[in-house]
T-cell receptor, first 115, second 117 residues
């Protein structure tokens, strides 16, 4: 079975703080893909990143960084120097083998950044 | 690139009526589109996979006669909620996979909020 767990339901921080959103996944597939999406209050899901299971190199994009650890089945997302515009619900998602298009979403983490 | 639109963004209807939601890929052709449902403060649940020119594949527990999906062209998929009831009220989101890439990344539309009175 495939599963994505985002244990943090809601996180509140003050602007300029760093914040890490946790994502733990379960899959028996040897090849899989992990994603992070942002859902602002408007509702639209914004694609942030995709990571292959065979590429454990961490990635940084501006204030965003991702830490992929296969040993702990985690794909955590860190926002550095958070801003009010970062307030949104963030979803981690997993896509398994090549034979399925299905994205398995976590339950999401609601991030509130206060000025 | 990879822009997906949905129409309408918001719809209110009476119980028993049918509602059609459109999902369009604006700058690419999508052989595969996906329909998700999201209840308030919950995650997205895949309802069905829409394939151009063939029947949609529904997830377990999703009534195909209630949620009619048509993918008649490479840029348009429609979801029709037939004989809608208040429990069908939800946020419906479509996505499309960008073809010709190995990323299998799905790009999402802005969603349609359906309220059934």
């Amino acid at each position: 079975a495939q599963k994505v767990t985002q244990a943090q339901t809601e996180i509140s921080v003050v602007e300029k703080e760093d914040v890490t959103l946790d994502c733990v996944y379960e899959t028996r597939d040897t090849t899989y893909y992990l994603f992070w999406y942002k859902q602002p209050p408007s509702g639209e899901l914004v694609f942030l990143i995709r990571r292959n299971s065979f590429d454990e190199q961490n990635e940084i994009s501006g204030r965003y960084s991702w830490n992929f650890q296969k040993s702990t089945s985690s794909f955590n997302f860190t926002i550095t120097a958070s801003q009010v515009v970062d307030s949104a619900v963030y979803f981690c998602a997993l896509r398994g083998s090549y034979n399925t298009d299905k994205l398995i979403f976590g339950t999401g983490t609601r991030l509130q950044v206060f000025p | 690139g990879a822009v997906v639109s949905q129409h309408p963004s918001r719809v209110i209807c009476k119980s028993g009526t049918s509602v059609k939601i459109e999902c369009r890929s604006l700058d690419f052709q999508a052989t595969t589109m996906f329909w998700y449902r999201q209840f308030p403060k919950q995650s997205l649940m895949l309802m069905a996979t829409s394939n151009e020119g063939s029947k949609a594949t529904y997830e377990q527990g999703v009534e195909k006669d209630k949620f009619l999906i048509n993918h008649a062209s490479l840029t348009l998929s429609t979801l029709t909620v037939t004989s809608a009831h208040p429990e069908d009220s939800s946020f419906y989101i479509c996505s499309a996979r960008v073809p010709g890439t190995s990323t299998d990344t799905q790009y999402f539309g802005p969603g349609t909020r359906l309220t059934v009175l």
